[in-house]
């Protein structure tokens, strides 16, 4: 099975070495083992676990090689990370180069994610708690499934240090999402312009 996410990861120019499939063999099996038990995620296929969850978080990696961002020593927060997505595939690729944080409420998914760390032999700091209540800043926050973009924004970014960077994990809907808040008008000699209004308590104008 874990041949499929050495497949999909060498097609996608990221390299994973027997050391990092064995961790993800470990957290497939955990993922598999836990997830009636602590209701993790709505994914149970295997396949499934594989490519919309490992290898969907690991996109990030080919991200910020695009962006030139530089991850080594760097404090990195997941939030709402639920089983550890991204956040924990991001640890299994870059392992002591990034000081990760999950943040996640639910207790059940907390205890889940500490037992998963002792599985992998990774430390990472999981903060059992609603990132809103969360004074402790970070270089660079991930998300991804947290909920609709400008609360998931207005949360993050009051998680970051001062230069500090927030990547929300995003498809299709996000179009959809900003169309409330949208107004296309034509100008002669000019392609369709869009305007986005947002008023200052989030709400669209
Ligand atoms: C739909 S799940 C997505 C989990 C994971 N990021 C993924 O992509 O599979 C959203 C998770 O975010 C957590 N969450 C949502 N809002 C949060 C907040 N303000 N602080 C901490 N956790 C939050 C929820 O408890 C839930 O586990």
Known sequence: ??????????????????????????YLYMLLKWNKAYNLT?????????????????????????KGIDLSGKKVADFGTGAGFPGVPLKIYYQDKIDLYLIESITKK??????????????????????EDIQEKFDI???????????VLKIGKNLLKEGGIIVIM???EVEEELRPFTTSMSFKGLPERKFILIQKDGKAQ
């Open 1 to 26: 099975m874990m041949d499929l996410l050495e497949k999909l990861a060498k097609e996608n120019s990221i390299e994973l070495s027997k050391d990092k499939i064995e961790k993800f063999e470990i």
């Open 141 to 151: 926050v991930v998300s991804r499934a947290t909920g609709k973009t400008f609360e």
């Open 170 to 172: 995003k498809g299709k």
């Open 110 to 131: 907390c205890i889940f994610l500490e037992m998963l760390s002792k599985e992998l032999k990774l430390k990472y700091t999981v903060l059992c708690k609603r990132a």
């Open 42 to 66: 709505s994914i149970r296929k295997k396949e499934e676990i594989i490519v919309k969850h490992f290898l969907d978080s690991l996109t990030l990696v080919k991200l910020f090689e695009a």
